[in-house]
Structure formats: structure tokens, C-alpha cells
């Protein structure tokens, strides 16, 4: 018995020594166990006519990254246990980065904000053992920007030298879903532009590729929209808690040169209670008290949706919008409209009255109208669940569903035939488990208790109770920071390293994902993050990140 069990010990623990801290963990992926280092004239070849510059600025990010991470492995001793085999190493002296033949050259940006569906971001990687050069090959730039996020991760740092212990690598990796995302809110507190920018950068290195940016809430209205400044005029926390279209303009590009495309959500005809600041005959139901009767947080107030001056309104700002975002989506929200506000509400229901129609049905031309809005600017909308599953609104086929309020809604949502983002709070948000806001019941816990660990989202699994067919509905998913309780203090510390959980699933499929295999993985994107300027957070002792697999409880 126990020379048999010291053996399995012994197994587990050499299965984990051999760390590959790739994340997303690569479709297909084989690895050696040569030492090779980095020559200190290493470069990396683009082998691209007419390379765009956010291919060669994504090359230079890379070299910047293999010399300044300095992360040494997460073993016992770091960097010292592989003096000897850095000694012994060939050289690498080059990665040459080139597009298969008759692939057409477009930038990463281009690519990046692509139909969701036909962005390719496949590539193969090969280094080999022997130092000869290592080639990485893609049919899009955007493939090959994947490509060089793999090639970073794979190596480390000691002593001056820059060496993976792995080598021959040889990778073939595409994404299991298309959509792999992450929401955040920065109406309940304001997050400036560098801020975003980090985040973008983070989620750039596990291959997140949509920023899904619910920019404007009931609390304030921090987006200044051409046309439409009075909003952000009256409605932004302060002058300075705005972003300007200079701003949009230039993190849209950020975003893209990292391969994410930002959509931009505007919550309607609910959430708008900010709205009455600059516009309060539009909003129904505005700062009413208390606010529990007609709101699920505070401020109560909605857009008079039956109202023709709002629809035009909100319509026009939705054309506004899609000229700021160059995505293909956007999305219009859709979720918690408070039935009560409407029906305390003179002006809704004198038009209801007059017009003979019921709230229902105002309902749907309003969501007509917005969506054909979208169309005329060539997007596709993304509403919330409720818009499918409580309310009876024409929605085009293309539309996007996020289901939120549990993924237990996913499967009446793939029976009507839409296509969904998983978005749901019992996996996926971030804020839960803080315990309540609402300052009078101080001893209340969060909606959606308890806190979600990267466990819990990464063992989600997004066909469960679907047919063949249904399952062909999933586009992927994300994780959600709803900002009630978060700023820019514990931005980095609440998405990461949970965040990159999603990230993998949706990359490398639910048939890879293992949580015990995972977590010497997640130590080392956690640290590697560190060592690049995001504060994400230890999952366990060092000791333990050391030690994988010896702060099992059956260890
Ligand atoms: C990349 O770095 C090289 C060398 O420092 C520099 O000449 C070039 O302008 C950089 N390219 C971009 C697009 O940043
Ligand atoms: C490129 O496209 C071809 C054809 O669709 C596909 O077989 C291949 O896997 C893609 N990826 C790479 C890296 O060549
Ligand atoms: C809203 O009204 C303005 C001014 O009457 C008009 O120019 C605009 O086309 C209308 N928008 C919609 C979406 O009907
Ligand atoms: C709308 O009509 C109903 C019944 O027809 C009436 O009870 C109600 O007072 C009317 N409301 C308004 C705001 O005119
Ligand atoms: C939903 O809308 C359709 C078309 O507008 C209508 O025929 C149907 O009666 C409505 N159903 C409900 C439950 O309101
Ligand atoms: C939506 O309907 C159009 C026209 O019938 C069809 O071509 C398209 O495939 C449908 N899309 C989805 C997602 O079902
Ligand atoms: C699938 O259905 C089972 C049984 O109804 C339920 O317990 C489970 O939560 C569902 N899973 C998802 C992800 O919807
Ligand atoms: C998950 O990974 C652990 C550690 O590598 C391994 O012991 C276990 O067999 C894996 N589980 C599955 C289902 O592959």
C-alpha cells in the first residue's frame, strides 16, 4: 500500500513540475522538456508584405515582454533549479511571424471589430529544440497577434537569462466560441481612461476578445455623445468623470490593436433615471421615493418609451452611439423595467389612453424603432434576457441575447431560436459576495451571494440541457463587474485573476478544463500579470503556488 500510493504522489506531483503556463490552455499543444534560452540577439521577423504598424507595435510589445516580465517559474528555488539547463541551452535567435500564402494583409484593428463569426484567430507555433528558428503562421494578423500573446507566456526569467524549459513546442490553437468577453460597468463609479486601458491590456493576454462597455447607467452618465452633450453635461458625476469622443476614439483603437472590440451598451428603456437631469420630461417615475417600489436600486426612473419625442430621442442617440463604436454590435439593454413606474406613471398611461395601445405594445414599437435605428447603421442589437423571456417584442433572428439573471434561462432563451452570450450572475458575476450597499440594511448580503470563485465559472458548462442544434446558439461568454461596489482601487484585484477563467473556457472549450490542472496555470497568469503592472490577487499561499498539488486537501 504505501510504496503504491507514494508512487501516485510522486506521478502527480512530476505531471505538475512540468508546468506549461499557457492560458488559454491551446487546442492543440505539444510540449519537450530541452531547455532553450533566448540569444541576446534574439529578434522577431515579420515576414509580412506591407505589415500594418499595429502588427509591428504588437511585435515590439512582445520583445518588451520577454525581457521585462522577469517572472522566474513557480517552482522550489525558482530560477536557481534550472541554472544548470539554461547553461546547456541552444539559442533561439529568431521568430519569424508570417501569413499562410494568399492571405490578405489587414491589420489587427480591422480584423479585431470583423462579424464576430469570421474573425480567424488560428495559428500555428512551432519552436523547435535545437535553436534553429522558431515560426509562427496564421491566416490574419489578428492570428498571429494570438500567436505572439502564446509565445510570451512560454517563457521565464533568471539571472539575466530569458529561457522556456520545454522546448520542442509545437501548437496548433483556434477558439472553441467566438465571444469571449468582459462587462463593466462604469456608471455606478467611474473608472478613468487608464484604467480601461489596463484592463484592455489584461484581457488582451488570455485572448479576451470583445469589451463589453456598459458605460451609462441611472447613476450618472459619463459618455459625451455628439449631439447629445447635455447628458453627460448634467448627468456625469463631475466635468472630469467624463469620457469625451477623444477618448472613446482612442480606447476603440487601443482595444483593436489588442485584438478587442468595444461594445458599447446604452440600457434602455430601464436604468435611465440619469437621463431626467438633462431631459426629466422624458423619464418617468424620475428619483420617485420610495425607490424600492419602482426600481431594484437606486434612483428610481425610466424612459417614457410610449412618448414619440422619446422614441426619436433614444433612436437618435443609438445612431449617435453607432457612429462613436465601429463594432458590428451594440447593445440596447432590456433588462428590469419596473412595471409600477409605468403604471403610477399620468403621462404613460394618458398616452396609453389615448393611443389605445397597452404597455406591451408601446413597448415593442419602441424597441422597433431603436432597432431599426441600429440596423440603418448597420449593427446588430444585444439586449438581456427579459427582452425575450418577459416582454412580447419583435426581435430580428440576428439578435443577441445576454441571459443574466440565472443560466437556468439559457435554455427557454436557445428554444426561441436566438443566438446568446453567456452572461449569467450565478457563474459569471464579479460582485457578488461583497455583502449589501443599500445603506439602511447594512447587515444584508448581495443579491447574487455567494462570491463567485474562478472555480465555480470555469467548471460552468455552456451546452448543458440544450439539443445538438441549440447548442449551435452559443457564441460563448463572460465575466461581469457590475460597479456598485468597485472603482478604480479594486479594479484589477476583483476581475483578476477570475476573469481569465472565462477566458479558457470559451477558448479552449469545456473539454479541456480540468480545476486541479488549472490552478498552477492561474498562479502563473496571476504572476505574470503582477509582473506586468495588474494587481491581481493570490489564490493561495505561495507555499502552495510553489508546491502544486501539495496544498491538496488530499494531499
Ligand atoms: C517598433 O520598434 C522599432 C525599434 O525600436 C521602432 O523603430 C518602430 O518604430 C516600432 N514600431 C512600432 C509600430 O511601434
Ligand atoms: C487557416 O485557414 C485554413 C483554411 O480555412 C485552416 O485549415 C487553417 O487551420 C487556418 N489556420 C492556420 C494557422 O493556418
Ligand atoms: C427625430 O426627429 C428629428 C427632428 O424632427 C428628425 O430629424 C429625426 O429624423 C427623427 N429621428 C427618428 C429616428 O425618427
Ligand atoms: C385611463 O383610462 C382608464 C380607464 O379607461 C381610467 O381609469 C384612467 O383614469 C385613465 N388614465 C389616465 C391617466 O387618463
Ligand atoms: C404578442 O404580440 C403579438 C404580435 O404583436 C400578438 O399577436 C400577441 O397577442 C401578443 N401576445 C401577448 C401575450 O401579449
Ligand atoms: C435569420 O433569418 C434569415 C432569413 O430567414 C436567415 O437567412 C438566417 O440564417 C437567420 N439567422 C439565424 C441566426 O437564425
Ligand atoms: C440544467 O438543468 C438542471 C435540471 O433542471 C438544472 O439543475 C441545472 O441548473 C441546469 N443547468 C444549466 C446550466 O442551466
Ligand atoms: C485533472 O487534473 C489532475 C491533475 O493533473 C489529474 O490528476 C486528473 O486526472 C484530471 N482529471 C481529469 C478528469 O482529467
Known amino acids: 500500500m504505501v510504496p503504491t500510493l507514494a508512487f501516485a504522489c510522486a ?188 484592463t484592455l491590456d489584461a484581457m488582451s493576454w488570455v485572448k479576451i476578445n470583445n469589451f463589453h462597455w456598459h458605460v451609462v447607467d441611472s447613476q450618472s452618465f459619463p459618455l459625451q455623445i455628439p449631439g447629445f452633450t447635455d447628458l453627460a453635461e448634467k448627468g456625469a458625476y463631475s466635468s472630469s468623470m467624463v469620457y469625451t469622443p477623444d477618448d472613446v476614439s482612442h480606447l476603440v483603437s487601443y482595444a483593436a490593436e489588442r485584438g478587442i472590440d468595444v461594445i458599447v451598451e446604452m440600457d434602455t428603456p430601464g436604468h435611465t433615471a440619469i437621463v431626467s437631469e438633462a431631459h426629466p420630461e422624458y423619464v418617468a417615475c424620475a428619483g420617485s421615493a420610495p425607490w424600492a417600489s419602482s426600481a431594484n436600486e437606486p434612483p428610481a426612473g425610466q424612459l417614457r418609451f410610449t412618448e414619440p419625442a422619446v422614441v426619436n430621442f433614444t433612436a437618435d442617440v443609438f445612431t449617435a452611439l453607432s457612429k462613436m463604436f465601429p463594432s458590428k454590435l451594440l447593445s440596447t439593454g432590456g433588462d428590469e423595467l419596473n412595471i409600477n413606474c409605468y403604471d403610477q406613471d399620468e403621462v404613460t398611461q394618458g398616452t396609453l389612453n389615448k393611443t389605445g395601445k397597452t404597455l406591451e405594445q408601446a413597448l415593442d414599437s419602441f424597441t422597433q424603432a431603436t432597432h431599426s435605428a441600429l440596423a440603418q447603421a448597420g449593427k446588430t442589437p444585444i439586449v438581456w434576457e427579459e427582452m425575450v423571456l ?52 447594512p447587515s444584508t448580503n448581495s443579491w447574487c451571494d455567494p462570491f463567485k470563485t474562478w472555480q465555480k465559472s470555469y467548471t460552468f458548462d455552456p451546452t448543458a440541457n440544450l439539443t445538438a442544434e441549440e447548442s449551435q446558439l452559443i457564441l460563448g461568454g463572460q465575466h461581469l463587474l457590475w460597479t456598485e461596489q468597485s472603482g478604480p482601487e479594486n479594479l484589477d484585484p476583483t476581475v483578476w485573476p477570475r476573469a481569465a477563467s472565462s477566458a479558457e473556457l470559451f477558448w479552449s472549450g469545456p473539454a479541456l478544463t480540468n480545476v486541479s490542472s488549472a490552478l498552477p496555470r492561474l498562479h502563473d497568469v496571476a504572476y505574470r500579470m503582477r509582473q506586468r503592472g495588474v494587481k491581481a490577487i493570490s489564490l493561495q499561499p505561495l507555499w502552495c503556488a510553489l508546491r502544486p498539488g501539495a496544498c491538496d486537501v488530499s494531499a
Open 390 to 441: 418577459d416582454h412580447n417584442v419583435t426581435l430580428s433572428n440576428e439578435t443577441v441575447i445576454m441571459v443574466w439573471i440565472s443560466s437556468d434561462n439559457v435554455a427557454a432563451v436557445a428554444k426561441k431560436g436566438f443566438k446568446i452570450v453567456h452572461s449569467a450572475s450565478d457563474y459569471f458575476y464579479l460582485d457578488c459576495g461583497g455583502g449589501g450597499w443599500v445603506g439602511s440594511s
Open 11 to 198: 506521478a502527480v506531483l512530476a505531471s505538475f513540475s512540468s508546468v506549461d503556463a499557457l492560458w488559454p490552455l491551446p487546442t492543440g499543444l505539444s510540449v519537450g522538456s530541452t531547455a532553450l534560452r533566448l540569444s541576446q540577439s534574439f529578434d522577431i521577423t515579420v515576414d509580412v508584405q506591407g505589415a500594418p504598424d499595429d502588427l509591428n507595435a504588437a511585435v515590439n510589445r512582445t520583445k518588451s515582454q520577454l525581457w521585462n516580465d522577469k517572472l522566474e517559474r513557480l517552482v522550489v528555488g525558482r530560477g536557481s533549479v534550472d541554472a544548470d539547463a539554461i547553461s546547456n541551452a541552444a539559442e533561439l535567435t529568431s521568430l519569424t511571424i508570417s501569413l499562410a500564402d494568399g492571405a490578405t494583409v489587414r491589420s489587427i484593428s480591422e480584423e479585431a471589430i470583423d462579424a464576430l463569426e469570421s474573425r480567424d484567430d488560428s495559428y500555428t507555433l512551432s519552436i523547435p529544440e535545437t535553436g534553429s528558428g522558431a515560426v509562427l503562421k496564421a491566416n490574419s494578423t489578428l492570428g498571429l497577434f494570438r500567436g505572439l500573446t502564446t509565445f510570451s507566456q512560454l517563457f521565464y526569467y533568471y539571472n539575466d537569462n530569458v529561457y522556456t524549459i520545454e522546448a520542442p513546442i509545437d501548437i496548433t490553437d483556434k477558439p472553441a466560441y467566438p465571444y469571449r468577453g468582459l462587462m463593466l460597468d462604469t456608471s455606478r463609479n467611474y473608472f478613468p481612461v487608464e484604467d480601461l486601458e489596463r
